[in-house]
């Protein structure tokens, strides 16, 4: 008798725990729908990311290839110097399109611009020189004391035809190698303290790269900011009008404040910042954010010449194009801690 009660209640148990097996069924077959939705909505995701990095590469070349088309015959046509100024805004025009173009374009393709850049900036430096008035040679009455006004007119061993060429201007000079006038910037150094005024970066294309253990700081408005292959950095920089572009970095603590942030393939970085748009990351593991804390003596002014919204920031709308999951925090990007936050920036 009690052999058959342990029976009946090994059945019970039994049927107890299949009774909980089935129910875990339906739990782990939605786990795994779940994840099998989300890989698809990942491969979906990436194949639009594709298609529209495929678009706007397609996109990139015909309006390049036409503005190109349009400023060289702009430089051929021009009759004076004043004439060159619309080949000049559409050469800067192109120069920003490849600045917002660089990370969806092919390393090939972003090095054929740059080299088209340089030598359409080349063609515009010369054909200024050609057009640039020249003085018209007259002789000087000479007093008859010509001894003494040869003094005051010469200093000693100055030719006069050297003398004269003190009051021609002097052509445009590119910033080191980094392809026309209207970009500056800092590379391939180490371990240095790196400044830039307003004056010389004022809504200009500023690219940093190569940079290793450095300081950098940016006074002013600039137009865009593109930092690559850069480590161990800090970087303060005033308003940027349109865009930064993070690229290969890692180890680096910034401040900047734009109207839109892209991070790519970048690690172990600090941001303090402001955003009027918002911040975009791929490819990347250990970003932090917090607001931006940076100031000096004109940053106000700046601002306003910025034309970006000081109330307005979004420094933690962060979009990860790695993580599609609403319901779950990126792993690759988080808000620094304020106890973290106290930066001495000077």
Same mark, same amino acid.
């Given at each position: 008798?009690?052999?058959?009660?342990?029976?009946?209640?090994?059945?019970?148990?039994?049927?107890?725990?299949?009774?909980?097996?089935?129910?875990?069924?339906?739990?782990?077959?939605?786990?795994?729908?779940?994840?099998?939705?989300?890989?698809?909505?990942?491969?979906?995701?990436?194949?639009?990311?594709?298609? +529209?990095?495929?678009?706007?590469?397609?996109?990139?070349?015909?309006?390049?290839?036409?503005?190109?088309?349009?400023?060289?015959?702009?430089?051929?046509?021009?009759?004076?110097?004043?004439?060159?100024?619309?080949?000049?805004?559409?050469?800067?025009?192109?120069? *920003?399109?490849?600045? /917002?173009?660089?990370?969806?374009?092919?390393?090939?393709?972003?090095?054929?611009?740059?080299?088209?850049?340089?030598?359409?900036?080349?063609?515009?430096?010369?054909?200024?020189?050609?057009?640039?008035?020249? *003085?018209?040679?007259?002789?000087?009455?000479?007093?008859?004391?010509?001894?003494?006004?040869?003094?005051? &007119? +010469?200093?000693?061993?100055?030719?006069? +035809?050297?003398?004269?060429?003190?009051?021609?201007?002097?052509?445009? *000079?590119?910033?080191?190698?980094?392809?026309?006038?209207?970009? %500056?910037?800092?590379?391939?150094?180490?371990?240095?303290?790196?400044?830039?005024?307003?004056?010389?970066?004022?809504?200009?294309?500023?690219?940093?790269?190569?940079?290793?253990? %450095?300081?950098?700081?940016?006074?002013?408005?600039?137009?865009?900011?593109?930092?690559?292959?850069?480590?161990?950095?800090?970087?303060? %920089?005033?308003?940027?009008?349109?865009?930064?572009?993070?690229?290969?970095?890692?180890? %680096?603590?910034?401040?900047?404040?734009?109207?839109?942030?892209?991070?790519?393939?970048?690690? /172990?970085?600090?941001?303090?910042?402001?955003?009027?748009?918002?911040?975009?990351?791929? /490819?990347?593991?250990?970003?932090?954010?917090?607001?931006?804390?940076?100031?000096?003596?004109?940053?106000?002014?700046?601002?306003?010449?910025?034309?970006?919204?000081?109330?307005?920031?979004?420094?933690? &709308?962060?979009?990860?194009?790695?993580?599609?999951?609403?319901?779950?925090?990126?792993?690759?990007?988080?808000?620094?801690?304020?106890?973290?936050?106290?930066?001495?920036? &000077?």
């Amino acid at each position: 008798m009690e052999s058959v009660s342990c029976s009946a209640a090994a059945v019970r148990t039994g049927d107890m725990e299949s009774q909980r097996d089935l129910s875990l069924v339906p739990e782990r077959l939605q786990r795994r729908e779940q994840e099998r939705q989300l890989e698809v909505e990942r491969r979906k995701q990436k194949r639009q990311n594709q298609e +529209a990095e495929k678009e706007n590469s397609h996109f990139f070349a015909a309006t390049f290839a036409r503005e190109r088309a349009a400023v060289e015959e702009l430089l051929e046509r021009a009759e004076s110097v004043e004439g060159l100024e619309e080949a000049a805004s559409r050469l800067q025009g192109l120069q *920003k399109l490849l600045n /917002d173009s660089v990370f969806f374009l092919a390393a090939y393709d972003l090095r054929q611009g740059q080299q088209a850049l340089a030598r359409l900036q080349a063609a515009l430096d010369e054909r200024r020189r050609e057009l640039q008035p020249k *003085k018209r040679f007259a002789f000087k009455t000479r007093r008859k004391d010509a001894a003494s006004s040869t003094k005051v &007119d +010469a200093a000693p061993g100055i030719p006069p +035809a050297v003398e004269s060429l003190r009051d021609s201007p002097l052509p445009k *000079k590119a910033e080191g190698d980094l392809g026309s006038s209207w970009v %500056c910037g800092f590379s391939n150094l180490e371990s240095q303290v790196l400044e830039k005024r307003a004056s010389e970066l004022h809504q200009r294309d500023v690219l940093l790269t190569e940079l290793s253990n %450095c300081t950098v700081k940016l006074y002013g408005n600039p137009n865009t900011l593109r930092l690559t292959r850069t480590h161990n950095c800090k970087l303060l %920089c005033g308003p940027v009008s349109t865009s930064v572009f993070l690229e290969d970095c890692s180890d %680096c603590v910034l401040a900047v404040a734009c109207q839109q942030l892209r991070i790519h393939s970048t690690k /172990d970085t600090r941001i303090f910042l402001q955003v009027t748009s918002r911040a975009i990351v791929e /490819d990347c593991s250990g970003i932090q954010f917090a607001p931006y804390t940076w100031s000096y003596p004109e940053i106000d002014k700046d601002f306003e010449s910025s034309g970006l919204d000081r109330s307005k920031n979004n420094w933690n &709308d962060v979009d990860d194009f790695n993580w599609l999951a609403r319901d779950m925090a990126s792993p690759n990007w988080s808000i620094l801690p304020e106890e973290e936050r106290n930066i001495q920036w &000077d």
